[in-house]
């Protein structure tokens, strides 16, 4: 996988996206203000509402299936390629969560069946419960990761543990900041150069205490 038109492709878009923010404003702030009875801090509120609502639903159904206990990050090597193809990739990345409940299966669009949403897009939501089997065997039979949680709770709870699992920046910060004298104002001034040092340059490193 090449990563190297990926940030001019990235800002491309972005450019070409600022009509449609604005358009986005306009039709959910402008526009009820302008041809509604309420005041524009009730179409605030109103705006704010939906998207927390919005916000706690994506973030419930997507943080199980991305961010949880046992997912990898691979990065891109010196030649921004990822060492392993495309298919491998998704299994690596991705998490199932309450597959046997099929009332989940419906509010969320088979959204729950993630490692089938990813290996086959262009295939209905529908048909995943019966992929997911021939999936699992064929990563079983080739010895790759197939990961996936019982319940929405348990892929709750597990994206809840992995946000408290620091990673390597993290560490590497704690333990800047655990051997500094921070009494002397010097060590203090050179203690944040080495976090901001850290946070710039992005730095990964192994620690152990």
């Known amino acids: 996988m090449d990563f190297s038109n990926v940030k001019n492709e990235c800002f491309q878009r972005m450019v070409d996206s600022h009509w449609n923010q604005i358009f986005y404003i306009g039709y959910l702030f402008v526009i ?8 524009w801090w009730q179409v605030i509120l109103g705006i704010m509402l939906m998207h927390y ?6 973030a419930i159904i997507f943080q ?3 961010v949880i206990e046992g997912t990898v990050f691979p990065e891109p090597d010196q030649n921004n390629t990822l060492r392993e193809n495309w298919t491998i990739h ?3 990345t991705t998490t199932n969560f309450a597959n ?11 959204l729950n069946y993630q490692v089938e949403h990813h290996l086959f897009p262009g295939v209905c ?3 995943f419960p019966r992929i997911a089997s021939i ?12 990961k996936k949680c019982k319940n929405l709770f348990s892929g709750v709870e597990g994206s809840f543990t992995n946000a408290q699992t ?14 500094a004298k921070l009494s002397d104002p010097q060590n203090r001034v050179r203690c944040l150069q080495d976090v901001k040092h850290v946070k710039m340059t992005g730095v990964l490193v192994t620690l152990s205490y």
């Open 135 to 146: 999936v699992r065997a064929t990563a079983l039979e080739y010895d790759l990761p197939y």
């Open 90 to 92: 998704q299994l690596r």
């Open 166 to 179: 620091p990673g390597p920046e993290q560490c590497q910060i704690g333990l800047i900041m655990r051997h």
């Open 32 to 39: 009820p203000v302008l041809f509604t009875p309420w005041q």
């Open 100 to 110: 046997g409940n099929p009332v989940i299966t419906w509010l969320v669009g088979g």
């Open 64 to 66: 199980p299936a991305h």
């Open 125 to 127: 939501h529908v048909h």
């Open 53 to 58: 609502i919005t916000g706690f639903m994506l």
